[in-house]
């Protein structure tokens, strides 16, 4: 566990309900100032409420969400989102899409054509500066949504399945090139994914969660080195943890028989 | 044993073909070149009750060039073109209100549908009984046959708006009225277009309407005329003109709403 004095976010006995269906209920939850925490649970279990809640987006019925010590209960400068269907205005450019944070802030004009240059760099799409999002792949449109929370230099990004509506190449490209811009400028992440795989490649931490309502089954450390490259992928410590975790999702509590479904 | 897969595919693929310019030029031109040729034949065997295509041109050019026709375009005009900017106006501002305030939706939407479903003919007396035959009961009448398509097309945008282009703006922090900026008004923009177009078609329908039936002025006045004096080639002129007159205002929206919502060119082929 990270130390409370360095964590970043903390979430305390956070309850949620809709209606009558209770989402989260006493949900505990630290993640570090450049920790990747990986969250990984059963379709519909909360994962998508719970980075909602971080986010401002959602309130909580009970408990508490700080931020650096700060209270979360609207959106937050220092927190970014990339979303699971990328979330790209049609109506706006690629450049424009990107600027869209910075412009919302009033940044001076010289500071976000610089700002914004350099996040195009980052996810490798110059030369698409003037392209609308209907005429770029899934790929490159995810690529924009990245580089449109990166270019906010956020304390804590928020990642809900970002990969998922992916083709599978691309989806392990961005993956690396994901780890790469985290080595260059390190920060706080939530990462929720479906794949068990992508969880333990992108964490230090891989939290698994059941529903309903929502709780924290098991956490694995993930003490593969950094900076992680393809070979991870093949290490008996990668393997290992895959299994562990594919174990803590699938095992029936109590029992020791897997359900596959 | 037939590929039905295949097939469904086919016929996808051809309701989002975009032909040629030149092709739908020329399909326009024949379609145009074969209902002259029928109005030409049907004119020549009714006689005077029907004239030809022929004779109604040159009626056309008689009553433009010294008849009543253009002091009467003056007078249509002003009409049409304030019904169709209190159209815009109220439309766009009425619809974004309906959507986005649930106190005024729950207030005023049912009247609206009421209002739409009543023809406005039947409201005439009433109108004429409280406000007169003036130019301002005319654009009551007018705007009441045309408002609909801005008005509920705004409110059916401004109501769909997907809850992640919201998100987004919530977490990057947008303020209420960056919101409308960024997002409200560029999203709800094409189904306000779509409106605009079909008013700007049923807001002539609207102005020949109250014309008529509000102490007979402008174009309508030349109609009624030849129709009184029982000419059909005077008729057949003006409405042939009313129609060209149309057919060039929609033109007018369609490249306007290219224009406006240039950004889904594409995604709507
Ligand atoms: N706006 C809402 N109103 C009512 N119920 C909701 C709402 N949003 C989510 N839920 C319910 O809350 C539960 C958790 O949903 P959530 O989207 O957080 O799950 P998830 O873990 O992200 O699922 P997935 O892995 O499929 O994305 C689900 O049972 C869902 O039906
Ligand atoms: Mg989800």
């Not at chain 1, 305390?12 to 989402?23: K, M």
């Not at chain 1, 909580?60 to 979360?72: E, F, K």
């Amino acid at each position: 566990m990270t130390e409370s004095a360095q964590a970043r976010l903390v979430v305390e006995n956070a309850c949620l309900r809709y209606g009558a269906l209770d989402v989260l209920a006493g949900l505990n939850l630290t993640v570090g100032s450049t920790e990747i925490v990986s969250i990984v649970g059963p379709s519909g279990c909360g994962k998508t409420t719970l980075l909602r809640c971080v986010g401002g987006l959602n309130q909580l019925n009970g408990g508490t969400i700080h931020i650096d010590g700060q209270r979360v209960e609207k959106p937050l400068p220092s927190v970014s989102m990339v979303f699971q269907h990328f979330g790209l205005f049609p109506w706006k450019s690629l450049w424009s899409n990107i600027a869209y944070g910075l412009k919302l802030r009033h940044r001076p004009k010289d500071e976000i054509a610089s700002r914004v240059a350099e996040a195009i760099e980052l996810v490798g799409l110059k030369g698409f500066e003037q392209s609308y999002p209907h005429q770029l792949s899934g790929g490159m449109q995810q690529r924009a949504g990245l580089a449109r929370a990166l270019v906010m230099e956020p304390k804590l990004l928020l990642m809900d399945e970002p990969f998922s509506a992916i083709d599978a190449q691309t989806r392990e490209q961005l993956q690396f090139e994901m780890l790469r811009i985290w080595d260059r400028r390190p920060t706080a992440m939530m990462f929720v994914t479906h794949a068990i795989d992508e969880a333990v490649l992108m964490g230090d931490r891989v939290v698994v969660l059941a529903g309903r309502p929502a709780h924290v089954r098991a956490v694995r450390e993930v003490n593969l080195p950094r900076p992680r490259d393809r070979s991870v992928v093949s290490s008996p410590e990668f393997i290992k943890l895959r299994e562990q975790v594919w174990h803590d999702l699938f095992d029936q509590p109590g029992g020791t028989q897997a359900r596959v479904q | 044993m037939p590929d039905t897969t295949r097939s469904f595919g086919a016929r996808v693929a051809r309701f989002r073909t975009v032909n040629a310019w030149w092709i739908q030029i020329a399909c326009y031109g024949a379609s145009m070149a074969l209902l002259v040729a029928v109005w030409e034949a049907l004119g020549n065997s009714f006689g005077v009750l029907f004239v030809p295509f022929s004779t109604t041109v040159v009626r056309l050019w008689e009553l433009l060039h010294s008849g009543p026709l253009l002091p009467a375009l003056l007078v249509s005009g002003k009409l049409y073109l304030v019904t169709l900017t209190i159209n815009i106006v109220v439309g766009v501002g009425l619809g974004l209100a309906l959507a986005r305030v649930s106190l005024i939706a729950a207030a005023f939407e049912r009247y609206i549908f009421i209002l739409y479903a009543t023809p406005t003919i039947a409201l005439v007396p009433f109108i004429s009984v409280l406000f007169g035959f003036e130019f301002g009961p005319r654009v009551l009448v007018a705007v009441l046959i045309s408002i609909f398509p801005i008005l509920l097309g705004t409110m059916e945008g401004a109501r769909s708006i997907p809850r992640q282009h919201l998100d987004v703006a919530a977490i990057f922090g947008s303020t209420e009225r960056q919101l409308w900026r960024d997002v409200i008004v560029p999203y709800v923009t094409p189904y306000a277009m779509s409106g605009i177009k079909q008013s700007i078609a049923l807001s002539m329908a609207g102005t020949l309407v109250a014309e008529f039936f509000l102490n007979p002025d402008g174009v309508a006045a030349v109609l009624l005329q030849g129709t009184t004096i029982v000419d059909s080639g005077w008729v057949l002129a003006v409405t042939l003109f009313i129609a060209i007159i149309a057919v060039l205002l929609v033109g007018i929206g369609e490249l306007i709403e290219r224009y406006l919502v240039k950004w889904r060119k594409a995604s709507v082929g």
